[in-house]
């Protein structure tokens, strides 16, 4: 028979895990596992995974789209909020997530969209309405548009909201040089909460469906307005996210849970969470206070593989001692203060180099 345990051992391992990782973490990789374990289970409900995914990657990547983003890339230098050099850090590891998005992320994007609407149809088969007679094509289209925006909307808020979300969504909000790019600047496990966006289009099944131009037009208009551009769309900037409104939403030292329309600012409207730009707020600084994740412009060099690496581990480790969803009025003094890049970029390479983070 062997001797007790020791005792030492058995109760400090778990505690030491403990110390190293962030549990609430990994029940979202549980969701996403048993969402798609479900879905291919009934293969995806007959859908296509080969004919939604090329779907999915046309809107993400499709020529279209990357000639839009072109033009935007275009328009940010032209017309910029920020001055900065092209090839900035925060564009270059913004790209290494446009990679990611094409290659992975949308095969696991269409794993669980298709998951996400079988189970929805088959648990609930009822939310399916049938067709109805008065309701044309493109009202339907137009419905499920507006619904769509406005379950992003409250997803969004979700994510500012709810801890472990905010864990996963604090990688977006990271970006201190913001370009067009941004938009894939996510952790691939936040798509969870943004599949509630898909029941509009579920309930309306029958009556008409939204287009791949349309989502493609979608996509463009949330990418645009990450985007380093001077640009508040003058009237049209009340209805529509405009870059200068959707970067007060990404403001360094401001409550972030505003702002938090997609396409619309109707919805933070109707919340009185809308704030409209200023000539203050165009060229703002965006960020995080304190930088609680690693970012690319610390350091002597960016060393973007490592900082990928990290950024995407970083909901799983365990969270530094700072405030929850950092909402602006609970952050503790100390990291209120912004502390100009160049100085930071001083401090980090040490005295001899230039303050250039590039
Ligand atoms: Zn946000
Ligand atoms: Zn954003």
Redesign the pocket.
Known sequence: MSGPAPSGAVRVWPSRLSSRVYWPAFSIAAIATALIGIGWASHFGGASFAASMSGLRVVLVGPATLLILGVFLVVERVRPAQRRPLIARGHRQDVLFTVMNASLVAPLVTALSLSFAELARRTLPWIVLPKVGALPRWGAIALIFLAMDGCNWFAHLANHRVRVLWRFHEL??SQEDMSVL??FRTHPHIHVSYLIALVPGTVLLANGAMTTTLLVIYAASVAF??SNTNLGFGPLGRIFVSPNY?RI??KLDGPQDVNLGFALTIWDQAFHRAVFPTPETIRTDTGLPGRPLVVEQAGERPRHLLVFAAQLVAPFRPMRDLPPNRTGTSVPAELRPRIPKDLVARVDAGPARQAVTV
């Open positions: 977006h909000h941004t938009v307005a990450h959707h939403h990404h």
